[in-house]
């Protein structure tokens, strides 16, 4: 069973950058599509970014291209993501997981949920 932990998240300016981990655990990581998805107040889960396991084509929200940055170290199982120029509707709960479609048409994912990281961004 694959286990998922995620950090990194906090307080930050409007304007201001964090980067987030994703630490799996499990053999199969190094060779799957992995995302990034949130979740903020009152709303459902969305789709933010997603990466090949060989780090060779990436997918974006249309909300977050240009200032989101995902990437991976297989090596270490773990996801990033280099968030920067954060606007207040980025605040939300985020969350990795292996999404069902690496496209971002669905937010249906293979394994289950870790427990996210806060994302607060101020105006």
């Known amino acids: 069973q694959v286990q998922l932990v995620e950090s990194g998240g906090g307080l930050v300016q409007a304007g201001g950058s964090l980067r987030l981990s994703c630490a799996a655990s499990g053999r199969f990581f190094s060779y799957v599509t992995m995302g990034w998805f949130r979740q903020a107040p009152g709303k459902g889960r969305e789709f933010v970014a997603a990466i090949t396991w060989r780090s060779d084509t990436t997918t974006y929200a249309d909300s977050v291209k240009g200032r989101f940055t995902i990437s991976r170290d297989n090596a270490k199982n773990m996801v990033y993501l280099q968030m920067n120029s954060l606007k207040p509707e980025d605040a939300a709960v985020y969350f990795c997981?292996?999404?069902?479609?690496?496209?971002?048409?669905?937010?249906?994912?293979?394994?289950?949920w870790g427990q996210g990281t806060q994302v607060t961004v101020s105006s």
């Open positions: 997981n292996r999404p069902n479609d690496p496209s971002g048409r669905s937010t249906n994912v293979y394994w289950p």
